[in-house]
């Protein structure tokens, strides 16, 4: 078998990735990572043509197998019926990126509980369900790789709106930590990846496109760039891994600063945008 992350000769020793929420942003730019590395790909979003155009382009620019399921994490059997059509297809999955996630714009009692539940389904739930039915394959042939996509907001104290997205993130570092350490004599590789600001249709999404695009540029990424990033500490071994310069930083004055202290300054910082997300509606990408 060719070595990981390297596009390899033979087809049949390829490694095949399962990516969530590949149809735009982070998730595409995981699916572009990857393809290029020669992995084959299994695509899974809400939005079947734009991911079956996807898939067309990683295919024909990179020889590889780019298969197409679509799926809307919300629904509680999408999991399920997910895994069972790897099954169908013969598919075996050895690179599993949890990458699907959106956020729910404006305070908690703004939304009715139902837009929570979604929320958690796709972000913690989806996310567990494909650790816990797809890590035992990886297990028994002692080789595998799962890209948790957090998000440095897991790190930082919590602000008023966008209640859940903080929390959720929090939950998925900490979780591919322990998995981490559950998995390192089993030959399996966890990785929570915690980008930043990353230029996607996140903002869009919440509504603060306006607002954030007045923060400062040295504080952006691109996706690209997090997706390299990403693959590489999965690879490496690393557990927990922060996107770029700004976030360590970001992260370290969370950590040292006292903590009435870091709640006023990213209190003071998010209330810069979380004006127009509370009159936005909630969407999913």
Same mark, same amino acid.
């Given at each position: 078998?060719?070595?990981?992350?390297?596009? *390899?000769?033979?087809?049949?020793?390829?490694?095949?990735?399962?990516?969530?929420?590949?149809?735009? #942003?982070?998730?595409?730019? +995981?699916?572009?990572?990857?393809?290029?590395?020669?992995?084959?790909?299994?695509?899974?979003?809400?939005?079947?043509?734009?991911?079956?155009?996807?898939?067309?382009?990683?295919? #024909?620019?990179?020889?590889?197998?780019?298969?197409?399921?679509?799926? @809307?994490?919300?629904?509680?059997?999408?999991?399920?019926?997910?895994?069972?059509?790897?099954?169908?297809?013969?598919?075996?999955?050895?690179?599993?990126?949890?990458?699907?996630?959106?956020?729910?714009?404006?305070?908690?009692?703004?939304?009715?509980?139902?837009?929570?539940? @979604?929320?958690?389904?796709?972000?913690?739930?989806?996310?567990?369900?494909?650790?816990?039915?797809?890590?035992?394959?990886?297990?028994?042939?002692?080789? #595998?790789?799962?890209?948790?996509?957090?998000?440095?907001?897991?790190?930082?104290?919590?602000?008023?709106?966008?209640?859940?997205?903080?929390?959720? *993130?929090?939950?998925?570092?900490? +979780?591919?930590?322990?998995?981490?350490?559950?998995?390192?004599?089993?030959?399996?590789?966890?990785?929570?990846?915690?980008?930043?600001?990353?230029?996607?249709?996140?903002?869009?999404?919440?509504?603060?496109?306006?607002?954030?695009?007045?923060?400062?540029? +040295?504080?952006?990424?691109?996706?690209?760039?997090?997706?390299?990033?990403?693959? @590489?500490?999965?690879?490496?071994?690393?557990?927990?891994?922060?996107?770029?310069?700004?976030?360590?930083?970001?992260?370290?004055?969370?950590?040292?600063?006292?903590?009435?202290?870091?709640?006023?300054?990213?209190?003071?910082?998010?209330? *810069?945008?979380?004006?127009?997300?509370?009159?936005?509606?909630?969407?999913?990408?």
């Amino acid at each position: 078998m060719g070595r990981r992350g390297q596009p *390899k000769e033979n087809v049949m020793s390829r490694v095949t990735a399962l990516i969530t929420g590949a149809s735009a #942003g982070i998730g595409e730019a +995981f699916a572009e990572e990857l393809a290029r590395r020669g992995y084959d790909l299994v695509l899974t979003a809400r939005r079947e043509e734009r991911l079956q155009a996807l898939a067309d382009r990683l295919s #024909g620019e990179h020889d590889v197998s780019c298969q197409v399921l679509a799926a @809307d994490l919300a629904e509680p059997d999408a999991v399920e019926k997910l895994c069972a059509e790897l099954t169908e297809r013969s598919i075996d999955i050895g690179f599993l990126v949890n990458n699907a996630g959106y956020g729910v714009p404006g305070h908690f009692l703004n939304n009715d509980f139902s837009t929570h539940t @979604d929320f958690m389904r796709v972000l913690m739930g989806a996310l567990l369900e494909l650790c816990h039915r797809l890590l035992p394959p990886m297990v028994e042939r002692g080789e #595998g790789h799962v890209i948790n996509v957090a998000s440095i907001a897991g790190m930082l104290p919590g602000t008023g709106g966008s209640t859940l997205y903080s929390a959720a *993130k929090a939950f998925v570092i900490k +979780f591919s930590e322990s998995l981490s350490v559950e998995m390192a004599d089993r030959g399996v590789k966890i990785c929570a990846v915690c980008p930043g600001l990353t230029h996607s249709e996140f903002h869009d999404v919440t509504g603060t496109r306006n607002e954030v695009n007045q923060l400062p540029k +040295f504080m952006w990424m691109s996706s690209e760039l997090v997706a390299k990033q990403g693959v @590489d500490a999965v690879l490496q071994g690393e557990p927990v891994f922060i996107n770029g310069p700004v976030n360590h930083g970001m992260e370290l004055l969370a950590r040292y600063l006292p903590a009435a202290i870091a709640r006023r300054i990213v209190g003071n910082q998010s209330k *810069k945008f979380r004006s127009a997300e509370n009159t936005s509606a909630p969407q999913k990408p």
